[in-house]
């Protein structure tokens, strides 16, 4: 176990019988994500998650590291097939509708354009697949029994993350007054993306100042949250290596 946790990381890994020092790159990526996910299911794992998240950065970068990018994203895609590749994943790719739409996002790398041509062929409108190999959540609002289970997600996961019991400050009716709040948001930012990004706020203040009022802070948190989404990201620009 402790040779797959130091091969894990992806920097080295070390071969006693043929002496060798190997760097993990995308060569060897298939096999290493292939057996994480061997190792995950024998320790009593469900399966792995994996999030890409904020993927429109790419269309920023130089066309060859752009390249080398959706290479990467079109070998996880590929991987996820369970036969010879990762065992009970999933993969979740998260961008902007530019990712989908511009000459340098997906449809600049044919794997991938043709993937998501072939998907988007069979999306029925104004029918609902959450479970479609695109989901579009400019049209696939929650409505707001879904933004309250996933406040209450949100909750639980910080409650173990950081082992102490919010829900005797976040009660039912705060929750609601944070998603009604969001709900009267308007369409600049994406509902459960700033009810996210609000909610874990919120957590983290709450935590540490256990005896300050929950209610009185909640606009002010929604406020400094939306902005800090609204604010575009300094893009850096990615090594060719």
């Not at 097939?81 to 990712?99: H, K, L």
């Not at 948001?185 to 509902?191: H, I, L, R, T």
Request: charged share 25%; with cysteine; hydrophobic share 40%.
């Amino acid at each position: 176990m402790s040779t797959a946790i130091r091969y894990s990381p992806g920097r080295y890994r070390h071969s006693a019988r043929r002496r060798e020092v190997r760097r993990i790159d995308q060569r060897l990526a298939r096999d290493a994500t292939r057996s994480i996910s061997v190792i995950a299911r024998r320790s009593g794992a469900g399966g792995i998650l994996i999030l890409l998240d904020e993927a429109e950065r790419i269309m920023e970068q130089s066309r060859p590291v752009r390249n080398k990018s959706y290479g990467i994203i079109r070998d996880l895609l590929d991987n996820a097939d369970g036969q010879g590749g990762m065992q009970s994943n999933v993969i979740y790719v998260a961008a902007t509708p530019e990712m989908f739409q511009t000459e340098k996002g997906f449809p600049e790398y044919e794997a991938l354009r043709s993937r998501l041509a072939n998907a988007a062929a069979f999306i029925t409108p104004k029918l609902i697949d959450w479970r479609g190999v695109i989901v579009d959540l400019t049209k696939t609002p929650l409505p707001h029994d879904m933004l309250v289970q996933l406040a209450d997600r949100i909750i639980d996961i910080h409650a173990t993350a950081r082992n102490w019991k919010p829900r005797q400050y976040l009660t039912p009716d705060i929750t609601k007054q944070v998603v009604d709040a969001v709900e009267a948001q308007g369409a600049a930012v994406s509902k459960p993306r700033l009810l996210a990004s609000c909610a874990a706020s919120l957590l983290e203040i709450v935590e540490q100042n256990r005896d300050e009022p929950i209610a009185a802070i909640v606009i002010s948190t929604l406020n400094a949250a939306k902005q800090a989404l609204l604010k575009k990201p300094v893009i850096e620009k990615w090594e060719d290596g």
